[in-house]
């Protein structure tokens, strides 16, 4: 378990919400969303790594907003540890932001606005967090930062 070889990678997962949709990255392939962001970069604040990812996959610029979720993702099987930093901003863009294809993946992943109501009909992952999500938003995202572990 102590490998050398074996890293704990930071992400940041953006939640970025306009005109009640969710900004979220599709998998053509797999047939599934997950929250826009990435590894985190050596040297780089929490805040620069939001604004860059945003950059990547969107041409967007971002507002860093509060930290609103940490979770732990590990899955040895695969040789993936991940810390997940859920961060709610804004970005300066909203209809230019549709299908905005990422490059790291060759046209199978691509930027979608999904209606907030509309998220428990469809596959996001981690699954979980939609029905935290749908009622921090109703509430205002009023409560400190959460921990919420190893969820799926």
Known sequence: MNDINNKIKPRVRLIIIKKGKVLMSYV????????????????ETIKEACIR?????????FKFEKILYIRDYIKPEINDHSLELYIKGDIDKFNEVEGVLDKEFNGNHWQTWVDINKLKNLDIRPKKLVTVLIKDHKNGFKFPTSYLGEID
Request: charged content about 35%; proline content about 0%.
């Open 53 to 61: 990812e945003v950059q990547e996959e969107c041409k967007a610029n």
């Open 28 to 43: 053509k392939d797999e047939n599934f969303y997950f929250f826009i962001g990435g590894k985190m970069e050596y040297g």
